[in-house]
């Protein structure tokens, strides 16, 4: 199985940027696909972003498209969501999830598709 762990959280003003960080161990040199998600108070977690193995496919919640980028690293273990021109309403807990299934064949926005979950990391905007 994968572990995974964000780290990258904080507090920022609006219009600032903040990268979020995804780092995997344990069987990571098996192919996975990995997706960030968000929870607000009171919220139900909804999609942030996916991003595929090989790093070539991305997808966005509308609500980011334009202002966020996942990517991943040389090394693929780790994955990393750049977000900038943050807003207030971006306040919240932020997720990273993974797993084995391939990017093509899971609904990626969909948080019970994935296996693996990290604690999460807090994210607050202020106005």
């Known amino acids: 199985q994968v572990q995974v762990v964000e780290s990258g959280g904080g507090l920022v003003q609006a219009g600032g940027s903040l990268r979020l960080s995804c780092v995997a161990s344990?069987?990571?040199?098996?192919?996975?696909?990995v997706g960030w998600f968000r929870q607000a108070p009171g919220k139900e977690r909804e999609f942030v972003a996916a991003?595929?193995?090989?790093?070539?496919?991305?997808r966005y919640a509308d609500s980011v498209k334009g202002r966020f980028t996942c990517s991943r690293g040389n090394a693929k273990n780790t994955v990393y969501l750049q977000m900038n021109s943050l807003k207030p309403e971006d306040t919240a807990v932020y997720y990273c999830?993974?797993?084995?299934?391939?990017?093509?064949?899971?609904?990626?926005?969909?948080?019970?598709?994935?296996?693996?979950w990290g604690q999460g990391t807090q994210v607050t905007v202020s106005s």
């Open positions: 999830a993974a797993t084995y299934r391939a990017y093509g064949s899971i609904r990626y926005h969909l948080p019970y598709e994935y296996t693996y």
């Open positions: 344990g069987r990571t040199s098996s192919s996975y696909t």
């Open positions: 991003i595929s193995w090989s790093g070539g496919s991305t």
